[in-house]
């Protein structure tokens, strides 16, 4: 148990929809990235919030968004769902964010069927 | 911009084979690290390199960072059917951690 928890851990819903996932960092991290994984694209990273402020953005669709709210926890909205969106969505945390090093703890993921 | 290449993406090795996979950056990393993924897991971090030079050793897995900091590898000696997953190499990239493109390692007993 990494101490990071995700949820829901499956989803499917229908294109077009919205849907929110939800993560909760392990207790003192205060860094939270989410990552895509898809099966023809690896781990693909969107992005990094640090103590609710944003810090690093990846290659995030404009459809969807992120926030980190102050208890730390951090919530991936995604609307205007396409097919393509399907795929297994990581959330890791870490203790600090300014500093280059220090591991990721990955939580179980989010699995997205978009129909 | 920075590339950085991950190899082999495949490798089917005999149980006892070892395998070894690559991290090679056009420029300098400040650090890296590596993962191992299962099969319908996530990623777990297994060692991180910050050293020029650097040779980390996990019972079995050797783990080595360049001189120049531009290339790191994993080597796992005698593999076992435990050692099945994807390897990923992760680097620093402005702010932005970024997931090398994996080796996806099978064992066959």
């Known amino acids: 148990d990494s101490g990071v928890t995700q949820t829901p851990k499956h989803l499917i819903t229908a294109t077009g929809q919205r849907v929110t996932l939800r993560c909760s960092p392990r207790?003192?991290?205060?860094?939270v990235y989410w990552y895509q994984q898809s099966l023809d694209q690896g781990l693909q990273f969107l992005i990094q919030y640090y103590n609710g402020e944003e810090r690093a953005k990846g290659n995030i669709l404009e459809r969807f968004s992120a926030q980190q709210f102050p208890d730390l926890h951090s919530e991936l909205n995604l609307s205007s769902l396409e097919l393509g969106d399907s795929a297994l969505y990581f959330c890791?945390?870490?203790?600090?964010?300014?500093?280059?090093?220090?591991?990721?703890?990955f939580g179980e993921g989010s699995r997205l069927t978009v129909l | 911009g920075q590339q950085v290449m991950q190899i082999p993406q495949y490798q089917h090795v005999q149980e006892g084979e070892d395998f070894t996979t690559y991290c090679n950056s056009s420029t300098t990393l400040s650090n890296i690290q590596w993962y191992k993924q299962r099969p319908g897991g996530h990623p777990v971090f297994l060692i991180q390199l910050v050293k020029s030079g650097e040779v980390k050793k996990q019972k079995r897995l050797t783990f080595q960072f360049g001189e120049a900091k531009k290339n790191s590898s994993l080597h796992i000696t005698a593999t076992q059917t435990t050692d099945v997953g994807t390897y990923f190499c992760?680097?620093?990239?402005?702010?932005?951690?970024?997931f090398g493109q994996g080796t996806e390692l099978s064992v066959k007993p």
């Open positions: 992760v680097y620093n990239q402005g702010g932005k951690l970024i």
């Open positions: 890791a945390s870490r203790r600090g964010g300014t500093s280059n090093t220090g591991e990721l703890f």
């Open positions: 207790s003192g991290d205060l860094s």
